[in-house]
């Protein structure tokens, strides 16, 4: 059977054209192919592609079978282009960010196990870095069929199209949205690719290709009765008019009539019966198999090589098998019609007897067979499945992981093993946030005595429970997991006690048992895990409690030890709130130069995780530090990453409440109102996360800057009644005090404001915070009117003496207003100078504006200030210009700070302009 014209779709193809066109121009995009079976989708993508020209294609077409294989599209996308690179230019591409990603195409032996979203990362940079010679387009057939981590990658490379030159073309089956993978679901509802359906052909599209298989017009009747039985899809029509032609004196409208669609598959039946064993036996073979080399079909038809070969020239002159390429059906239809004439049994044996064939050879392979039968205990099964789920998972695919292990599940395995397999299934379900591992890890926990599994068990199910918000049903598990445990368990009873009081301390009711624990453990040293897991969890219960902050931030210091200690590293939680702890005592350019170490590390590492949590950890210290601009940078690069890694919701409450309250300081009001509103508010006063205390606060914030006072007193009602139910009321962890008599003070209630004022200050003095203790002097100070000098003049020395410019900004501001309106106007003058020139040098915008209204007010000169020279730059333009003055590339320099090299270009290039000079002369202006 001959392949056919493109019938009406030269709408398509000129859509097709026009992304085309754009991708010579430089501008990458996307297209999404959707049509039923048969519909010629295979077909208008081949047109496509013919379309390009001289730009590269890389192209994939995935297999029924191939749905399991981690990456198994994306490895067909790349190797070659990876395989025709020499050494040298492999080794360009390679690295840096890029070396997992080749490593997984290149299946090199011995590459380090990766989180799937470091994974998604390198994937972008090897494409990137395959882009340095041209653009390229990358083009997935039958989609529908790609496993899950593929379509992952495709899914996040549709958000930074726009700074690559590639153009992604995706085809896939048009089945049913119930029956669609969330992965193939999430790619083909982006409306970022432009989406072409493709139509069943019109009764002139059937007419066309009826001509063509019959060298002659087809009279109207027979065209409409040909359109009516095949519903215009272009395979059938095919089909039908071959078999037409085939049967002299049919070519009627009553007798195409009786042909309907199955009968074209009874008739591929047919043709395979009339066949002699050894094709029938290649044929089904080839059915279990869905293509493969000729050995490997030989071997389970039960077939010699040549004899294979003689049977496979027999079924393509009979139209079963594809012409060219590997050994395939000509059409999924053909294959899927044999694959039915198949008995069940026989089938299920076909596949059972090709994953032992595969397995030495592709263990991905052999699983995906598998995973076609039923289980019937067979521990050989198990093993193979554990296996090729373990390698999904170091290979950052977990979603794969987890239907392997369901299915070694299923099979089942021995009774003493299931737990062991339950626990990986639950931990591949926990890092695919699926929320069934909760259940999962509950069955593990069953039954299970010996007191090792029972703890490992325990910490999953804790983890598990930990991102669904059930901190309640973690303090009994971990309560019970710890019993077992003694002191020949080692540090794993430290771990399992430290996850125990993390989660009770979110707990009111165990709360007080948590804070016993930790104070039966006394002076840890930090020299192990667990110890310093359990240091970090003092240091919790220390800065939220009235304990003055410098022991908290010995504690902190005592838990970060030389910074990069393994736990922290792979716990980007741990790694957030041990140097956030850090950050509460005023050490903020410490925690900075941590935070800098640990962004140098995930750079090293690709580690998406530990860069977002480096990024909002670092973006509070400089917020608290007064460094606006450079912590709004921080937080919106912490907010890119929320989507791609576990836990992003904790990030992206803490993030957006850091990024309104620097949007707050620019002035920038809008802005901070949409940072606040886009959690939703249900997240935001969970009482189970207690991140969301942050963002209430600084809604509260956010509200009391456009003047809705009332409301913002609400948003802080709201953090004093979280707080105080956690007894961890410190104004180091949330100062509510002070915004609170502040909104009072504003609507009127003097008396109130006044008592809720000197309650912070009490509270503030004990904390002996610099930050908080300075802002509460000054909400004295200001509440007092012209008797609060005193108290501003104290808070501009306690915040003089400390890190904190912006809060010092503030006083001095305040106290200058103050001395004005006392008729002080000399000192008030210096003061509204000090603080005007610190706050416009720290980017706070707002209290700038205030400062020179006030200083014009009491008869100051309020000179411009000139922005120039590397002031004028950005947070994010000047940190791009101080990597490419250390010498750094531009893709080095993005891979560095997790963006696109079309993003770096971007700053550098505005950079240039606003400094005057070339990238040579950059450390000369920055020096300056």
């Known amino acids: 059977m001959t392949e056919h014209r493109l019938v009406e779709r030269e709408t398509s193809l000129a859509t097709a054209r026009s992304r085309v066109a754009g991708l010579r121009a430089g501008t990458g995009g996307a297209l999404c192919l959707v049509a039923p079976a048969g519909a010629g989708k295979t077909a208008l993508l081949g047109a496509i592609l013919e379309d390009t020209g001289p730009v590269r294609v890389l192209w994939a077409t995935a297999g029924e079978l191939e749905a399991h294989a981690p990456y198994g599209v994306v490895r067909q996308l790349f190797s070659r282009a990876l395989a025709g690179l020499t050494t040298a230019q492999l080794e360009a591409i390679a690295h840096g960010a890029a070396r997992p990603a080749v490593d997984l195409v290149l299946h090199r032996p011995g590459a380090e196990p990766v989180d799937q979203s470091v994974m998604l990362n390198s994937l972008y940079w090897l494409l990137d870095g395959l882009t340095a010679e041209g653009p390229l387009v990358l083009a997935v057939d039958d989609a529908h069929w790609a496993d899950d981590a593929s379509l992952l990658f495709l899914q996040h490379l549709l958000a930074r199209l726009e700074d690559l030159p590639v153009l992604q073309v995706v085809a896939a089956r048009d089945v049913l949205p119930d029956r669609r993978r969330p992965a193939l679901a999430a790619v083909l509802a982006d409306t970022r690719a432009v989406r072409l359906d493709v139509a069943p052909l019109s009764p002139n599209g059937v007419r066309a290709c009826l001509a063509e298989r019959w060298g002659a017009e087809a009279d109207d009747a027979v065209v409409a009765a040909c359109a009516e039985v095949t519903g215009g899809n272009p395979f059938l029509v095919v089909a039908l008019g071959d078999l037409l032609a085939a049967r002299p004196g ?48 030989a071997a389970l038809a039960d077939l010699d090589v040549a004899s294979a070969g003689d049977a496979a020239d027999a079924l393509r002159d009979a139209g079963l098998l594809a012409t060219d390429g590997p050994l395939a059906f000509r059409h999924a239809l053909l294959r899927s019609a044999v694959s039915t004439s198949t008995a069940p049994a026989a089938r299920d044996r076909l596949h059972r007897r090709a994953a032992r064939i595969l397995a030495e050879e592709d263990v991905h392979a052999a699983a995906g067979h598998l995973l076609e039968v039923e289980g019937v205990g067979d521990a050989w099964a198990v093993g193979l499945l554990h296996t090729a789920a373990l390698t999904a998972f170091g290979q950052g695919a977990p979603h794969v992981a987890v239907d392997l292990l369901r299915r070694a599940v299923a099979e089942p395995p021995p009774a003493a ?22 259940i999962t890890l509950e ?41 077992g445990l003694g002191p ?130 670092r973006g509070w210290a400089h917020l608290w530090a007064g460094r606006v601009d450079d912590s709004l940078t921080d937080f919106d690069e912490a907010l890119l990453q929320a989507d791609v890694v576990p836990g992003g919701q904790v990030l992206r409450l803490l993030a957006a409440a850091g990024r309104a309250e620097g949007l707050l300081a620019q002035g920038l009001q809008a802005e901070a109102e949409a940072a606040v509103d886009d959690v939703p508010d249900a997240v935001a006063k969970d009482p189970s996360n207690a991140t969301g205390i942050h963002l209430l606060r600084a809604r509260g914030l956010v509200r009391a800057a456009a003047g809705r006072h009332d409301e913002a007193l609400a948003s802080f009602e709201a953090c004093a009644e979280r707080l105080a139910a956690l007894d961890m009321d410190s104004p180091t962890w949330c100062d509510w005090r002070a915004p609170t008599a502040e909104s009072l003070w504003a609507l009127g209630r ?17 904390k002996a915070a610099a930050g908080v203790l300075g802002h509460a002097l000054r909400t004295i100070g200001e509440i007092a009117g012209a008797g609060g000098l005193d108290d501003l003049r104290r808070s501009v020395a306690v915040l003089e003496a400390s890190e904190a410019r912006l809060q010092e900004a503030r006083s001095r501001v305040a106290l200058g207003s103050a001395l004005r309106r006392t008729g002080q106007r000399a000192e008030g003058r210096e003061q509204l100078r000090i603080g005007r020139e610190l706050a416009h040098r720290l980017g706070a915008h707002a209290l700038t504006e205030r400062a020179s209204a006030e200083l014009a007010l009491a008869g100051g000169r309020v000179a411009r200030i000139d922005v120039t020279g590397v002031a004028a730059l950005t947070s994010a333009e000047r940190r791009v210009c101080e990597l490419a003055a250390g010498g750094l590339r531009n893709r080095d320099i993005a891979q560095r700070l997790f963006v696109t090299t079309k993003t770096v270009e971007v700053h550098l290039s505005r950079a240039y302009r606003k400094l005057g000079v070339g990238r040579d002369e950059l450390a000369t202006a920055l020096g300056s």
């Open 750 to 766: 003097v008396d109130e404001a006044w008592a809720v004022a000197r309650d912070g200050l009490e509270v503030a003095e004990r």
């Open 417 to 438: 093993d299931l737990p062991a397999l339950l626990v990986a299934l639950g931990t591949a379900e926990l890092h695919a946030g699926d929320p069934a591992a909760v």
């Open 488 to 617: 020949e368990h080692g540090d794993l009873r430290l771990v399992t006690e430290a996850m125990l009081v993390a989660a009770a301390l979110t707990v009111p009711a165990a709360v007080a048992d948590a804070r016993a624990r930790l104070a039966a453990h006394g002076h840890l040293a930090g020299d192990t895990p667990g110890e310093r897991l359990l240091l970090i969890q003092q240091a919790s219960v220390s800065n939220a409690s009235s304990a003055p902050i410098a022991e908290a931030g010995e504690l902190a210091r005592r838990a970060i030890g030389d910074g990069l200690t393994p736990e922290q590293t792979a716990s980007p939680f741990d790694w957030t709130i041990a140097r956030t702890h850090l950050a509460c005592s005023g050490a903020y350019a410490a925690t900075a130069d941590l935070c800098a170490r640990g962004l140098e590390h995930a750079a090293r590492e690709g580690s998406v995780p530990l860069y977002a949590a480096a990024s909002v950890t």
């Open 443 to 483: 069955r593990a926990g069953q039954g299970v005595s010996d007191p090792v599994l029972r703890a490992q068990c325990g910490l999953a199910l804790a983890a598990a429970y930990h991102v669904a918000g059930f901190y309640d049903r973690t303090v009994p598990l971990l309560a019970d997991a710890l019993e």
């Open 250 to 297: 049919t070519t009627t409208a009553d007798a195409v009539r009786t042909l309907v669609p199955g009968s074209v598959v009874d008739t591929v039946i047919q043709r395979l019966s009339a066949l002699p064993p050894a094709e029938q036996s290649l044929a089904r073979a080839l059915a279990a198999l869905d293509s493969a080399p000729l050995r490997t079909a």
